[in-house]
T-cell receptor, first 118, second 115 residues
Framework: AQKITQTQPGMFVQEKEAVTLDCTYDTSDPSYGLFWYKQPSSGEMIFLIYQGSYDQQNATEGRYSLNFQKARKSANLVISASQLGDSAMYFCAMRPRWRGAGSYQLTFGKGTKLSVIP | DTAVSQTPKYLVTQMGNDKSIKCEQNLGHDTMYWYKQDSKKFLKIMFSYNNKELIINETVPNRFSPKSPDKAHLNLHINSLELGDSAVYFC??????????????FGSGTRLTVV
């Protein structure tokens, strides 16, 4: 079974500062993918960034980067230069990459609510 | 063009009623999902269909019945609605049922309120 843990229910960051949202995971799958999604107050789920477990480099997408530490089973999201529009819920999620006929569902953590202060 | 569209966006209904939520995707994806997001924002998978075949059926009351007439559509019918069914229901799709670097594309959600 897969498990995603996000230990920070809420975080505050000053506008223009960087912030790190924590995510740890547990899985027995040898190959897997890690995802971050953003859910603003309007409710939609927005894909931010993906990291494969065998990728040599940490993923980056604009102001988002993923600090992947495989041995520690952590996949923290770093948002640089925070903006007011970054205020939202952020979800870490995981999906196996190969299970044969098994299930490949995306399993989510409980989320972190980020508030950006002007 | 909305990639994954759900209707209705809001649904307020009385206990005991039967209601349906519709989902359609125009991405050409093979696999579709229903997730439930509770009041604490936790997202839990309910069902998944791959090319009209049910492949994930989590522990949900049998009052919930998914139907997929074709791979672009996945509907959710709920019988005898209860107060605890109040939640946001998300439809999502993915290119196929396997892993890889393909996440899901989500619909905008249906907020169901049972009174």
């Amino acid at each position: 079974a897969q498990k995603i843990t996000q230990t920070q229910p809420g975080m505050f960051v000053q506008e223009k500062e960087a912030v790190t949202l924590d995510c740890t995971y547990d899985t027995s799958d040898p190959s897997y993918g890690l995802f971050w999604y953003k859910q603003p107050s309007s409710g939609e789920m927005i894909f931010l960034i993906y990291q494969g477990s065998y990728d040599q480099q940490n993923a980056t997408e604009g102001r988002y980067s993923l600090n992947f530490q495989k041995a520690r089973k952590s996949a923290n999201l770093v948002i640089s230069a925070s903006q007011l529009g970054d205020s939202a819920m952020y979800f870490c999620a995981m999906r196996p990459r190969w299970r044969g006929a098994g299930s490949y569902q995306l399993t989510f953590g409980k989320g972190t609510k980020l508030s950006v202060i002007p | 063009d909305t990639a994954v569209s759900q209707t209705p966006k809001y649904l307020v209904t009385q206990m005991g009623n039967d209601k349906s939520i519709k989902c359609e995707q125009n991405l050409g994806h093979d696999t579709m999902y229903w997730y439930k997001q509770d009041s604490k924002k936790f997202l839990k998978i309910m069902f998944s269909y791959n090319n009209k075949e049910l492949i994930i059926n989590e522990t949900v009351p049998n009052r919930f019945s998914p139907k997929s007439p074709d791979k672009a559509h996945l509907n959710l019918h709920i019988n005898s609605l209860e107060l605890g069914d109040s939640a946001v229901y998300f439809c999502a799709s993915s290119r196929d049922r396997t892993g890889g670097n393909y996440g899901y594309t989500f619909g905008s959600g249906t907020r169901l309120t049972v009174v």
